[in-house]
């Protein structure tokens, strides 16, 4: 194959429709594909994270998730349920993936007793915008599948990613010795 044959512009989304795995075409602002769009721009900005965070484990973890967000993307952008069968699929251990690396890293916080406010270090700030990123593509799924069956791993992978990526930024908040932003309502006596 020459260079030719992998042109990344294929011109077959310029009356605003794309396809779904499977060739179904559907309108770019179909609800199908912004759950899918939102996985992708949660994906990359969790790619973002992963180039800032400096610990090994949470390195680790991170491309992990990268790669089980690429396949819950997969799942959602197919046209039938033959063409998702055909897909990797997302398992309950990857959400007590989640769980455990949660785990993890609260064992070593200390307990919360007050909102958290995102910032007080950049990488803190990416974590928390990926945090708010992953809860609304879980709206956006929610969205997608009122009408249709939900699969009901996804909605949990992707609530659990939210409290994962909440509980990376204050691990990391500890591991850079960041004093974390405490919420003091003005008005609290």
Not at 8 to 26: A, C, F, N, P
Not at 27 to 47: P, R, W
Request: glycine share 4%; with cysteine.
């Amino acid at each position: 194959m020459s260079k030719q044959d992998f042109k990344v512009y294929t011109k077959g989304g310029d009356k605003g429709m794309t396809s779904l795995i499977g060739g179904t075409r559907i309108a770019k602002h179909d609800l199908q594909v912004e759950a899918y769009g939102t996985i992708d721009e949660l994906k990359s900005y969790i790619g973002l994270v992963y180039d800032f965070v400096d610990d090994l484990s949470s390195k680790k973890n991170l491309l992990i998730i990268i790669e089980q967000l690429f396949i819950i993307e997969s799942l959602i952008a197919c046209d039938s349920y033959e063409s998702r069968l055909r897909m990797p699929q997302l398992k309950e251990e990857d959400i007590r993936f989640l769980e455990d690396d949660i785990d993890r890293m609260t064992n070593s916080l200390t307990p919360l007793k007050s909102f958290i406010l995102p910032g007080g270090h950049p990488l803190l700030s990416h974590c928390h915008i990926a945090r708010s990123i992953s809860r609304r593509a879980e709206r956006a799924y929610l969205r997608y599948t009122e009408n249709i069956q939900a699969e009901e791993l996804i909605i949990q992978y992707l609530n659990r990613l939210s409290d994962y990526l909440f509980t990376l930024s204050r691990y990391t908040a500890k591991l850079l010795d960041v004093d974390e932003l405490l919420w003091h309502p003005k008005n609290q006596k």
